[in-house]
């Protein structure tokens, strides 16, 4: 509702704004919300423009999340091959600076893409998922949503190598985080997917084996409330909300 507001009221940027940096971290800040409300038509050029401006100002953190930004929304349209592209630019270009928390960005998104993609050993997709999670804990950073989707790929990459167990300590893992966090950025939504349909996938087989399924289903019934939560707070979410309902 606030981003709405936002949206709605705050004036457009003025032709002359004395402080060329704010101007552009203020249109960076409209850009966040336009993706987060699903108003994404002519957001991913305008991204890219500001990603060299930064760069020009010498705000090299800002231009390095344009980048991050501009990848998520092509995942998010479904435009996989040049999200693929955009998140190993931005894993290339983290590396050329000084250490920061924009170095787990790429290699995560690169591994979520690979998975939606398919072709990619699992060798490349830990080695991303371990990249990007030594980064986290490297410059401490406390993103919740970047933690949800690290369980999320673990969960996923246990899951594809037949590992159950490590796939239901990483879906229970992330439940608990997702449970415990009353709110992360939209940008958790890969981090719900991979939990939700990773716990989904479990129950199945403890049904098909005659296993335990009422852990699982309370789990889920954890699960649900948050994923809801986050469908409310990202508008696009609603269809991955519905497609775990369904399942």
Known sequence: ALAR??????????????????????????????????????????????ADTMDTLGDHRHAMECHSLTAKLYFYQGRLRSAAERFAETTERSLRR????????????????????????????????????????????????????????????????????CAREAVLGGVAAATRFTHSGFWAHEGFAGIGEVLLQLRTREQQVGGATAPLDAAWRAFERRLAAHGERFPAGHALVHRLRGE
């Open 5 to 50: 507001s936002l949206v709605h009221t705050v004036p457009q940027p003025r032709t002359a704004v004395a402080d060329a940096q704010l101007e552009a971290f203020t249109r960076e800040g409209e850009c966040t919300m336009r993706i987060l409300l699903g108003r994404w038509a002519g957001v991913a050029d305008t991204l890219l423009e500001l």
């Open 98 to 165: 000084p250490g920061g928390a924009w170095r787990a960005w790429g290699p995560f998104g690169q591994a979520e893409v690979a998975l939606c993609l398919g072709g990619t050993p699992d060798a490349t997709l830990q080695r991303w998922v371990d990249l990007g999670s030594h980064w986290m804990t490297e410059m401490m950073n406390i993103d919740t949503a970047y933690a949800l989707r690290r369980f999320g790929l673990s969960a996923r990459l246990a899951w594809r190598q037949g590992d159950v167990e």
